[in-house]
């Protein structure tokens, strides 16, 4: 089975979005029941994004730009009832490119948006 997943990516991938698309309470519970048990792993998680943010982050940054992002963000969630999430253009942390924290590149987009986006980058 190790060997198939390994010489099959996409059939993997595309075989676990559908289990995904047809279990989503049961994906969900698991994926709770999971961080309430690995608080530990998550909170590892959120200090090392954090910590990478920072080192991406130039000292001529705009932080006041940078925060209306989540400011607009947080304010169309609240009046849409939409989930949205500030994205990095260009991925903070990538095979292909590193991007750096400002404002140039941030964007705004729709939560399903930016978690089918990932960790990829589009060249234009």
């Known amino acids: 089975m190790r060997k198939w ?15 995904r698309q047809a ?3 049961k994906v ?3 994926n709770r029941q999971w961080r309430q048990t690995n608080l530990g792993k998550c909170a590892a998680y959120a200090g090392a994004r954090l910590a990478r943010e ?5 000292k001529w940054a705009n932080r006041m730009a940078m925060q209306k992002f ?3 963000a947080n304010m169309l969630m609240r009046y849409t009832g939409i ?17 750096l924290h400002t404002e ?20 234009v």
């Not at 997943?5 to 289990?19: E, G, I, Q, S």
């Not at 920072?54 to 130039?58: D, E, Q, S």
């Not at 989930?83 to 991007?99: A, T, Y």
């Open 5 to 19: 997943v390994k010489d099959n990516p996409r059939k993997c991938a595309a075989n676990n979005k559908k289990y």
């Open 23 to 25: 279990n989503q309470k």
């Open 28 to 30: 969900a519970a698991y």
């Open 54 to 58: 920072l080192k991406a982050t130039p």
């Open 70 to 72: 989540y400011v607009i």
């Open 83 to 99: 989930d949205f999430e500030v994205d990095h253009i260009v991925p903070l942390q990538s095979r292909v490119v590193c991007g």
């Open 104 to 123: 140039a590149n941030l964007q705004i987009l729709v939560r399903t948006t930016n978690r089918r986006k990932s960790n990829s980058f589009q060249e």
